[in-house]
């Protein structure tokens, strides 16, 4: 596990420092606002198409495969975005880093070949904690390797670093992670599958309340990605800053974010419940947000983004754990997984939308509407009530009994 953790973080801090500058990069090259954030959907939609793929992949021919290519993969991917001199060439380069992307849910797979069921939510948890840390020291260091002042930034440091980083993380899996899947539990590339996933219908979705939670889901992750695909931009029109600072502001929200699922979503959750932190998730989010829309001075931004990153740091692990509660064990993955198909959605969603909001309204718009549409979200969420599955698609009575008690 230890090697594993080590990978992951080795992995998502190559990841993490391009995010302060593909913008400024993408930029330079003569990208607007709306093809800027239109890239950074397609990163989304290429990891999406591709993670299932190298999942299937993994299944057929080992975690330890899969893990080498994707790594070699990013590495090229970043290689290809620090000499891109045109338009095509960087948006092609994180097309291609979106296809190679399938790194992580292979990582989880591997925590769940090595691990008992009683093991298991620990190690997700070690693996989910090395991600979260790259992602703080990751950006904070892009920024730092590119520079205070945009336009002296130096954006090939970046993505060779990040280039280096992918190709430290792929050696390491070569000379010292052992393959996790042994042979005789490898399941062929091609053909019918022995086990199916349970299907989760519409009626019983609807019925359970699992809709409400995945359109929250929805709705959140498009306003949090508002937020990311353009801040960048914003930052630097709004208060002149340049990559160093900005890596500064992801470190910070990173830290915030670790803070409360690593030490206080437990207590929390003891004292409040998950549905309560749900909502309050919400509202924290949508006054981060909307106070950067609205703030004048550089020092305001720095106070706004506290409640922001507190609504980031409570939403998943309280709204995933109310979908894990409605189903049972037989079901739970393919509820997850429709789960985090809408998340995904809002993270392709967003930045579809905020590149022309941001140049055809105002540069503080994206933020406003992320945050507007937080409040109906906190609405969805106050009137959710737990059912389980079970009682969704049986007698009537049950379920009018199993909606009567709030999560």
Sequence with gaps: MVILFLIVFISMVGFGIILPIFPFYAERVGASPTAITWTMAAFTIGQAVATPIWGRI???????????????????SYV?????????????????????????????????????????????????????LGFV????????????????????????AAAVISLVAMVGTIIVLPESL??????????????????????????????????????????????????PLWAKDVYGMGPRDIGAVFFVLGMISILMQGGLIGPLTRLFGEKHLSIAAGLFFSIGLGGMAVTTEQWQLWVALVPFGI?????????SSMVSKTASANERGAVMGKYQS???????????????????????????????????????????????????????????????KEA
């Design 311 to 319: 609504g980031i740091g409570l939403f998943n692990p309280s709204v």
């Design 58 to 76: 993994s299944d057929a021919f080992g975690r330890r495969l899969v893990l080498i290519l994707t790594l070699l993969g990013a590495a090229i």
């Design 182 to 231: 042994p042979s005789a539990d490898r399941k062929p590339l091609f053909g019918t599958q022995v086990h199916e996933e349970p299907k989760l219908s519409l009626a019983q979705a609807n019925r359970s309340g699992l809709i409400r939670l995945f359109a929250a889901a929805l709705v959140f992750y498009t306003s949090m990605s508002l937020m990311e695909s353009i801040f």
């Design 342 to 404: 809408s998340s995904a959605l809002g993270r392709v969603v967003g930045p579809l939308i905020c590149g022309p909001v941001y140049s055809a309204i105002a540069f503080a718009a994206p933020f406003t509407l992320g945050a507007i549409l937080m409040l109906p979200v906190v609405l969805v969420l106050a009137g959710f009530r737990q059912t389980t599955l079970a009682a969704a698609g049986g007698d009537p009575a049950i379920i009018d009994a199993a909606t009567d």
């Design 137 to 160: 020291f990751g950006p904070a260091t892009g920024g730092l390797l590119a520079g205070a002042e945009v336009e002296t930034a130096n954006f090939v440091l970046p993505a060779i």
């Design 80 to 132: 290809w975005l620090a000499f891109a001199d045109e338009l095509w060439a960087v948006i092609a380069s994180r097309v291609f880093g979106g296809l190679m992307a399938g790194n992580i849910a292979t990582a989880f797979a591997y925590v769940t070949d090595i691990t008992t069921e009683a093991e298991r939510p620990a190690g997700l948890g070690k693996v989910g904690a090395a991600m979260g």
